[in-house]
């Protein structure tokens, strides 16, 4: 299995290299948060009691690595679901090659796109903001952002497989994505401080926030905080069923 999933790896990391313009379209939103919304966070982090230790740059910079690892995560299954339109899939399954292969290969690519694209959102932070933060603590939030982009491809090939609609899958993640990404506080961080108590509470129930709190808590280094414990548990277990339901998933349409 170790080798059909290099090759699956390899063959979906040749076709995103002949086509980089899809990494950086997948950056251009944090990157236009970064310019247009990290300076007014100067100003609120500096005046607003309830945000998180460590200064603007240290808050948005971790929250824009998660968004971009959410995006480029939840709609890998686009790309599924053309294969699948032009017979890719089908080829595939004609094939000895390992059912659960076909599905790791594909988020081990998507876990490399999304660490790249992490790292050119820090580097840019990095060279023209006020950034500070430890190198440990920057390469560890770069792998929770890894973790995350396994979780969430996994769920989004695992989603296309089901649904085999290129028109009802973008519509379906859009309408789910808003909601969880808003509660997340990846913008505002969504506390007791700020927030009124019902907000709070759903924000609480959103998974998305508790990894948002580890990758803040990873990236400023704070490796003793609870927020990090606690992200970083409901990340694998968000990671471990995701991968089982993808690998079903996969099993089950090739049959």
């Known amino acids: 299995m ?6 699956i790896f390899l063959r979906d990391m040749r076709l995103c290299l002949r086509n980089p ?37 240290a808050v948005l910079t971790p929250a824009l690595i998660v968004q971009t690892a959410l995006f480029s995560g939840s709609f890998a299954g686009i790309g599924l679901l053309s294969e699948y339109r032009v017979g890719v899939v089908d080829r595939f399954r004609g094939t000895p090659a390992s059912r659960s292969a076909l599905l790791f290969g594909k988020v081990l690519a998507q876990a490399v796109q999304a660490t790249a694209q992490s790292s050119l959102i820090v580097l840019v932070t990095l060279l023209a903001f ?23 491809s996994s769920g989004s090939y ?6 085999k609609s290129e028109v009802v899958f973008p519509s379906l993640m859009n ?11 990846v913008l505002l961080p969504v506390s007791e401080d700020l927030a009124p108590g019902w907000l709070y509470s759903l924000a609480r129930v959103n998974p998305l926030t508790h990894v948002v709190d580890a990758e803040r808590a990873a990236f400023r280094g704070d490796l003793t905080s609870s927020g ?22 996969f099993q089950k349409e090739n049959a």
């Open 2 to 7: 170790l080798r059909d999933t290099r090759l």
């Open 21 to 57: 313009a899809w990494l950086i379209i997948g950056i251009m939103q944090p990157l236009l948060y970064l310019f247009l919304f990290g300076p007014l966070m100067v100003t609120v982090v500096d005046h607003t009691p309830g945000f998180p230790s460590g200064n603007a740059w």
């Open 130 to 152: 006020d950034l500070s933060a430890p190198a440990s603590g920057m390469l560890l939030s770069l792998a929770i952002a890894a973790v995350l982009a396994i979780t969430l």
């Open 158 to 163: 695992a989603l296309a497989m089901v649904l």
């Open 175 to 185: 309408a789910v994505l808003l909601p969880l990404l808003l509660l997340s506080g």
């Open 228 to 249: 990090l414990l606690t992200g970083s548990l409901v990340l694998l277990i968000m990671a471990g069923s995701a991968l089982v339901w993808g690998t079903r998933t």
